[in-house]
């Protein structure tokens, strides 16, 4: 309860322009921490649906979820992907914010701005990155009871998709019993980590057949890919970790070091090899934590952010603890959560899958395998289906995706898009988020 009054009574309502940073007009926000549990507390910020044409309780709420583990949704999906502003502060043209309210979280604790006080506050489970999440929404539906009866939906991205299965599978049992009161719509689920062995096996032909391995590289990758799947059935996960890590770092060696995240964008830096006696966890963390804590995004959360949001404790600075949070999930990577979306499918959610076309990390062809290895009574159906190609709304005549739907499943392939597909296709993720969510 005292918990409950002090959200309550620190929650406040900005509207306009505030301290330097640039909105566009009228844009009405809201931010606030929640203790999940003693000692950890998550950060959200939403942004109320800013559209000409209707009102934002008219309009859809979607809850935004970033990958890592760690990697920051008020910032990276915010700035970087989704939100109302770009990281430069300028008006973002595809933004999701004129077409739903946007609920940023900052999860696991520890993300973003969100912060354990002590080492026991991390998440070290995907079922306590769920029970935290739960706490969260309770909390924000109570405090902002006008969204109780606004379509929910759920958008994630990499780990975010396992997340966002564990949550939404507990937000339906909440909801079920009564102790979360909202209208929850479905969950998408972006370039997921859903069964994370599909997408590690799959990496040798996806870049055999890209061009980016030769026959004694495809072999090595494959070798490498093996162990893991060793690992994995023995339920040695954490071992299966290091393997993974291994496996890329093979990867990197026979590809001329790739873009993880869009096969076409070879960074000159992209090249990170192991050095001397640093643990597998610290090359993971650089490899696919700090790709979401570049420079300028950190000085601009660290900085005019931060002094907007005023709330956020002197000893808190944003991605301080993202390596942590990686590390303590270290355990839980590589366990797949297919059958959480077999049991979301079989309790009537709608579930949508969406990849991009140049992601390797996350390629397509590792989600096609989970998905055909659904038990959902759906899925002979689905699989009988052809695609629908859609046009890029940018280039009439030109596809930009394809995808398929029946009954509450639906499947979405986008084209020239990796793994942050809002940065790679922002139209056409726009396009997509408007199908889900009925706007279009
Ligand atoms: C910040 O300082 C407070 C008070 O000293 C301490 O309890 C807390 O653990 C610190 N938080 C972090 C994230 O270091
Ligand atoms: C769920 O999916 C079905 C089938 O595509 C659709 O008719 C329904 O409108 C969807 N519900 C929501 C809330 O999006
Ligand atoms: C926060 O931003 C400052 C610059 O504003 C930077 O020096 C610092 O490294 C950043 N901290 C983190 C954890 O990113």
Known sequence: MALLLSVILSSIIYKGSVSGLSEPPGCTEAWDYVEVRPGAHMFWWLY?????????????????LQGGPGGSGTGFGNFEEIGPLNRDLQPRKTSWVQTASLLFVDNPVGTGFSYAERPDGFATDVATVASDMLVLLRHFFTLKSDFQSIPFYIFSESYGGKMAAAISLELTKAIAKGSVKCNFAGVALGDSWISPLDSVMTWGPYLYTTSLLDDYGLADVNNAAQQVKQAVAKQDFLKATELWSVTESVVEQNTNGVNFYNILKQEEDGKLGSSEGESFISLLARRHIYPL????????????????LAIIPQNVTWGGQ??????????D??????DVVDQLLTAGVNVTVYNGQLDLIVDTMGQ???????????IPSFNKLRWTPLDDPVSPGITGAFYKTYKNFAFYWILKA???????QGPMALQMLKMIVHQD
């Not at 570049?294 to 660290?302: G, H, I, T, V």
């Not at 990796?418 to 790679?424: E, L, Q, R, T």
Request: charged share 25%; proline share 4%; no cysteine.
């Open 368 to 378: 096609e395998m989970w998905v055909k290895q659904l038990k959902w009574e759906g």
């Open 48 to 64: 109320y649906a800013e559209s000409q044409a209707a009102q934002y309780k008219d309009l859809p709420l979607v809850m935004w």
């Open 293 to 308: 804590h570049s420079q300028s995004l950190s000085e601009l959360m660290n900085g005019s952010v931060r002094k907007k």
């Open 333 to 338: 990577f590589m366990k797949p959560v297919v």
């Open 322 to 331: 993202a390596e942590e949070v990686f590390s303590k999930m270290a355990g």
């Open 418 to 424: 990796g793994h942050m597909i809002p940065s790679d």
